[in-house]
């Protein structure tokens, strides 16, 4: 019995970054930020591209508290998503299109989030890892750590519940 022909690398590439894609548009607060996710592989690191407009305190400059929780919390959400819709995608069950397109899609909805403000967030760009330490049918629990220019010294770091997304039933037939 013959093997069935692995996918080239490019295919591959081009499925897992058209879903993260659909994943980051059903997210318009994530434009608005200017948030990226880098991807190597199925890691994925979120870019905070900075901008004027993020600045809360002009006398020192830092980053806004808040542009730092929801950057996060962005991070966090997403990385959920990404771990929930990736094997789906992968084994052909749902399309990266679908995540847009459906009304049964549903992302994690925070139930609480703890940041924790280590030093002052300086006007350049930030990035975030988030790591999942649970995630079961109904719940998922997420630590992120945010840093700019030296990864082992993190700025913000944070940790928080999420409930996650239940499919809806079917529509019962009449």
Same mark, same amino acid.
């Given at each position: 019995?013959?093997?069935? +022909?692995?996918?080239? %690398?490019?295919?591959?590439?081009?499925?897992?970054?058209? %879903?993260? $894609?659909?994943?980051?548009?059903?997210? /318009?607060? +994530?434009?608005?930020? $200017? +948030?990226?996710?880098?991807?190597?592989?199925?890691?994925? @690191?979120?870019?905070? $591209?900075?901008?004027?407009?993020?600045i809360g305190? /002009? *006398?020192?400059?830092?980053? =806004?508290?808040?542009?730092? &929780?929801?950057? *996060?919390?962005? @991070?966090?959400?997403?990385?959920? #998503?990404?771990?929930?819709?990736?094997?789906? +995608?992968?084994?052909?069950?749902?399309?990266?299109?679908?995540? *847009?397109k459906?009304?049964n899609?549903?992302?994690p909805?925070?139930?609480?989030?703890?940041?924790?403000? *280590?030093?002052s967030?300086? /006007?350049?760009d930030?990035? &975030?890892?988030a790591?999942?330490?649970?995630?079961?049918?109904?719940?998922?629990?997420?630590?992120?750590? &945010?840093?700019?220019?030296? =990864?082992?010294?993190?700025? &913000?770091?944070?940790?928080? =519940?999420?409930?996650?997304?239940? #499919?809806?039933?079917?529509?019962?037939? /009449?």
């Amino acid at each position: 019995m013959a093997r069935p +022909i692995p996918e080239s %690398a490019q295919v591959v590439k081009q499925r897992r970054d058209a %879903a993260l $894609n659909a994943i980051v548009e059903g997210v /318009p607060y +994530i434009r608005f930020l $200017n +948030i990226d996710f880098d991807r190597r592989g199925d890691e994925l @690191t979120g870019v905070l $591209n900075f901008d004027q407009k993020l600045i809360g305190n /002009p *006398l020192l400059p830092a980053l =806004h508290g808040g542009v730092t &929780a929801a950057f *996060l919390e962005v @991070t966090a959400v997403i990385t959920l #998503s990404w771990d929930t819709f990736l094997p789906r +995608i992968e084994s052909g069950e749902m399309d990266a299109q679908d995540i *847009l397109k459906s009304e049964n899609v549903r992302f994690p909805k925070t139930v609480d989030f703890t940041v924790d403000y *280590l030093r002052s967030g300086l /006007p350049r760009d930030a990035y &975030a890892r988030a790591f999942i330490s649970r995630a079961g049918r109904r719940y998922a629990s997420v630590r992120v750590e &945010a840093w700019q220019d030296n =990864h082992a010294r993190p700025y &913000a770091q944070a940790s928080g =519940h999420f409930l996650m997304p239940q #499919s809806k039933p079917e529509k019962e037939k /009449p």
